[in-house]
């Protein structure tokens, strides 16, 4: 066993100026935006994405179900979040003349089904490892490998 003390943390503790560091002077890897950004076109996958991801009629359900298009349901829960969401979307429109129950019914149902066992993301994932293979294969014909 080691008989050393440990000293007090505030013993330990020391203030260290804030280093300055230019940035513009090293080289660093561009983001994958600003790589985007310069080509002027949407990415492959982006695309990819855009065409799998399903836009609801209402920004309220748009906001709500994006985050469980991604998530991970388990299957104990679907049932429930179904209820959840079509009850709380019904009751923010308590008292407007023209609510399309359909519409908000059918539109959970189309995204809890998504995010159900993680089907959303696994969806992603698999797309994204397609498009990076073919994204690999143009650029070794490109460069004629």
Known sequence: MDNRETPEYEVMLTEEDELEVNLEEHDMPRGVSEAEADTG???DFKAAIASITP???S???NDIMQPIMVGRIPPENVLDL???TNMYMIEELEGEEDIDFLAIVTGNQVGISIGFEGR???DRAEMYGAVRESE????S???GL
């Open 120 to 122: 959303g993301i696994i």
């Open 82 to 84: 179904n209820y959840l």
């Open 59 to 61: 920004k309220r359900q």
């Open 141 to 143: 014909k490109d460069l």
């Open 136 to 139: 690999m294969e143009r650029l």
């Open 55 to 57: 836009k609801f009629a």
């Open 41 to 43: 076109t949407l990415s």
